[in-house]
């Protein structure tokens, strides 16, 4: 027996090894590929290479970390990107139209592989537990940011509902693979992985909407009452181009299309891309991620009837490839907008104030919410409500990024708001991600008696290998 068991360790050592082997030769020869094409660019001292080698080390760094400690990679990799701003190796503020090209890249695939896993029929059975679980401990957390830090740190209001309207998202992605593990031994008859993933979502689509709202009204010069006219409909618009583009997944390409695979994600997702791209473009900023998460729900939904799925199909497996090779450039990028210096801890120490404050009065709200569960499963929701992360990451750069690309003359101060802004929601990502895990994944066996031995025994098939579902 222990001879069988040390040949399967050996066989599993050696696959894994040559599995970054394969991605090492990769790698290179795609290097090599674009330093002949493009030249110095792409040479060991080139912009361009130093770009693409900072993912790299993210994504090795990242790795490790989960190796070692089972963190999530994406710390790794913020760090990694706060190092090499340092080191001057890559700052991203020289590449701001390379990033803000990018970032309206990756919400199209974080939302749309999150959103191909939800149950519309769940969401309808359970819509007032989701809407008050998404919606309310959100609001009010968006007002205790911005109230917090127009009176602590005098940003405007509207800088304040800005940040506000970021900060106060959470992160499902980083825990759902916790959830689904201890979900399969959990007592009762909830389930778990809709409820966290569906209230999850309608929080990061009020986050990406209201941002995006309040993102447009600040740099879009437009006629006032045109501004108003846009707060007022970006969300209802982004539900309805969502859905109707969904619904039409569902007859484009036919079923019996010998590429219906291939065409029905491409379909998805270059329509998604589109959106967000065209309604950035406009001014409807927050329309296109709301979009997107309708779409791919709503597509998701028809295509079940097909016998695909959810979130178990080849739509999901190609947006889970996609985020793996976005997730660690994403977060190395965004760390490499942080700069320290002596002159912050002031800022950064009232920052993390009211980090602990916003925890408490969310999670006491979020607990409030749960109305329906057992004292110790309100916990295990309070613990997945923690992480601050992702959407985060996504959009925390993008004022100083349209601040810097702006061709009017800038207000200093404004470039303030935003150096700070990026600061408290670096802090937050760095305080609240490792929390948040760690207390889902140690505690979720107790919080929702689970078996522990057969919990255990199933940790190496449910363990994490990225920050997604």
């Not at 270059?270 to 998460?293: I, P, S």
């Not at 009837?305 to 199909?313: H, I, M, P, Y």
Request: hydrophobic letters at 50%; charged letters at 15%; a positive charge.
């Amino acid at each position: 027996m222990n001879l069988i068991k040390n040949d399967l360790w050996y066989s599993k050592k050696i696959c894994t090894l040559m599995h970054y082997i394969t991605l090492v030769i990769l790698g290179g020869l795609t290097w090599g590929i674009l330093f002949w094409v493009w030249g110095d660019t792409w040479g060991l001292r080139g912009d361009s290479f130093r770009l693409a080698s900072l993912g790299v080390i993210a994504w090795a760094t990242g790795q490790i970390l989960q190796q070692f400690t089972t963190l999530p990679p994406i710390l790794a990799a913020l760090l990694t990107g706060i190092i090499a701003r340092h080191l001057d190796f890559v700052d991203m503020r020289r590449f701001v139209y390379i990033d803000s090209f990018l970032r309206k890249i990756y919400p199209v695939i974080i939302l749309g592989k999150g959103s191909l896993g939800w149950d519309v029929n769940y969401m309808r059975q359970n819509w007032r537990q989701i809407a008050t679980l998404g919606a309310l401990p959100w609001s009010i957390e968006v007002a205790f940011v911005a109230i917090s830090t127009h009176y602590l740190l005098g940003f405007p209001w509207i800088w304040g509902f800005l940040l506000g309207s970021v900060y106060a998202s959470v992160s499902c992605p980083v825990v759902m693979p916790s959830v689904l593990k201890h979900a399969k031994n959990a007592s009762g008859t909830v389930n778990w992985p809709q409820l966290i993933c569906t209230a999850g979502g309608l929080d990061t689509a009020l986050s990406v909407g209201i941002f995006g709202v309040i993102f447009s009204f600040m740099f879009y010069e437009t006629d006032y009452s045109y501004r108003i006219l846009k707060a007022a409909l970006a969300l209802f618009l982004g539900v309805s181009l969502g859905v109707a583009w969904g619904s039409l997944a569902k007859f484009v390409p036919h079923s019996k299309d010998y590429y219906v695979t291939e065409l029905r994600v491409l379909f998805v997702l270059v329509g998604g891309l589109f959106c967000n791209f065209f309604t950035g473009a406009v001014g409807w900023g927050g329309t296109g991620g709301v979009a997107v998460l309708a779409c791919n729900a709503t597509a998701a939904t028809y295509w079940a009837k097909d016998e695909w799925k959810l979130n178990q199909n080849p739509a999901s497996t190609v947006y889970r490839v996609l985020w793996s090779f976005c997730e660690p450039v994403l977060f190395a990028y965004t760390g490499t907008f942080f700069i320290w210096h002596s002159s912050i801890s002031k800022t950064l120490l009232i920052g993390l104030g009211v980090l602990f404050a916003c925890l408490t009065v969310r999670l006491t709200v979020t607990f409030i919410t749960c109305w329906n569960l057992k004292f110790k499963e309100k916990i295990f929701v309070c613990c997945t409500w923690i992480p601050k992360t992702i959407v985060e990451a996504v959009l925390c750069p993008l004022a100083i990024e349209a601040l810097i690309m702006s061709d009017s003359p800038v207000d200093s101060q404004e470039l303030v708001y935003a150096e700070d802004l990026i600061r408290l929601i670096v802090q937050a990502i760095l305080v609240t991600t490792p929390i948040g895990f760690l207390l889902t994944n140690y505690l979720g066996p107790t919080l929702l008696h689970c078996d522990q031995g057969r919990d255990e025994s199933k940790d190496n098939k449910f363990r994490r290998e990225s920050s997604g579902i």
